[in-house]
């Protein structure tokens, strides 16, 4: 079976005297049909990978594939194939909803009615608006008319570059819904997130950071992977907690979780119960009464961390 994405060794460089390194060797594949997340925070080189990937920009060495062909010499026919949505809202925002989308299809020689059965679940939720412009869109809104835009030539590999950025719970959690439902139609879709909770909604994910991947597979996997007990602080002064942190000599990670603080004991073969009690008379020494630490099951975001290493403080 063809890879759907084939990432060898790219990396890519800007600026002159003083050069950037958005990616330093990445290499990835992505299988047809699959639903892949990369996850990690701004700035580690997701946004430079989509856009290499959608034939907008050359990388300096490497090379990659999409759909077989090669995103430098076969660039004109992989841009009919591909559907791609940006970060940053790229519609026209004084032009209506039906404008905008009729205006996409268009350049890609179809049109809004031709192509209703592979946009309708979205559109659906747009038409009651269809007059209004784009500017005066809701987030979530102007997210959905984004994938209507991107979806209506029937792509057959979709890029999302942080869809949900900027959006609320409720529309985050619809828009993942949506792309459930491609994936179930056969749509590849290769999405890139910030927001580390939203790695178990793909079947495979990528943590990349300053340009280097630091794992691939499956969510539950990459949680797994987390090496060492895994301690969840409850404090009512999280903030001055985590300074307190700072001075603790047995501290190797600590950082917000939530409400909590998620904790790593530099003695990582220490029983557990050891790290929490020693843990929790250091803070009590410090005046923090009523201090809980229990131990807690990792996430795909402590394995990044963790990966990261050092400690996340206050500031």
């Given at each position: 079976m063809t890879d759907a994405v084939l990432v060898e060794n790219v990396v890519k460089r800007f600026g002159g005297a003083s050069t950037t390194v958005a990616l330093a060797g990445v290499s990835v594949s992505i299988r047809p049909g699959e639903l892949f997340g990369f996850i990690g925070p701004d700035g580690?080189?997701?946004?430079?990978?989509?856009?290499?990937?959608?034939?907008?920009?050359?990388?300096?060495?490497?090379r990659a594939h999409v759909l077989g062909e090669d995103v430098v010499g076969g660039l004109w026919s992989l841009r009919t194939r591909i559907g791609y949505m940006p970060g940053r809202f790229s519609l026209y925002p004084d032009l209506s909803v039906?404008?905008?989308?009729?205006?996409?299809?268009?350049?890609?020689?179809?049109?809004?009615?031709?192509?209703?059965?592979?946009?309708?679940?979205?559109?659906?939720?747009?038409e009651p608006f269809k007059e209004r412009r784009a500017g005066a869109l809701s987030g979530g809104m102007k997210q959905k008319?984004?994938?209507?835009?991107?979806?209506?030539?029937?792509?057959?590999?979709?890029?999302?570059?942080?869809?949900?950025?900027g959006v609320d719970a409720v529309s985050r959690r619809e828009f993942w819904d949506l792309l459930a439902d491609l994936k179930s139609g056969g749509l590849t879709a290769v999405v890139s997130t910030p927001y580390m909770d939203e790695a178990d909604?793909?079947?495979?994910?990528?943590?990349?950071?300053?340009?280097?991947?630091?794992?691939?597979?499956?969510?539950?996997?990459?949680?797994?992977?987390?090496?060492?007990?895994?301690?969840s602080v409850r404090a009512a002064r999280r903030h001055d907690v985590l300074r307190a942190?700072?001075?603790?000599?047995?501290?190797?990670?600590?950082?917000?979780?939530?409400?909590?603080?998620?904790?790593?004991?530099?003695?990582?073969?220490?029983?557990?119960?050891?790290?929490?009690?020693d843990l929790r008379d250091f803070l009590q020494g410090r005046g923090f009464a009523g201090v809980g630490v229990d131990q807690t099951a990792p996430t795909v975001e402590d394995s990044f961390m963790a990966r990261m290493g050092g400690s996340e403080n206050a500031s």
């Open positions: 580690a080189g997701k946004t430079t990978l989509f856009r290499i990937l959608t034939t907008l920009l050359l990388p300096d060495e490497g039906e404008e905008n989308l009729r205006f996409f299809a268009s350049v890609f020689g179809t049109t809004i009615a031709a192509e209703h059965d592979r946009i309708a679940p979205i559109y659906g939720q747009l008319l984004a994938l209507c835009c991107a979806l209506v030539h029937r792509p057959e590999i979709l890029f999302l570059d942080e869809p949900t950025t909604r793909c079947d495979r994910i990528a943590l990349i950071q300053q340009g280097r991947l630091l794992a691939i597979d499956t969510p539950s996997v990459v949680a797994r992977s987390f090496d060492r007990p895994l301690l942190l700072r001075e603790y000599p047995q501290t190797n990670t600590a950082y917000p979780f939530g409400e909590s603080i998620h904790f790593t004991d530099k003695r990582a073969g220490l029983p557990v119960a050891t790290q929490q009690n």
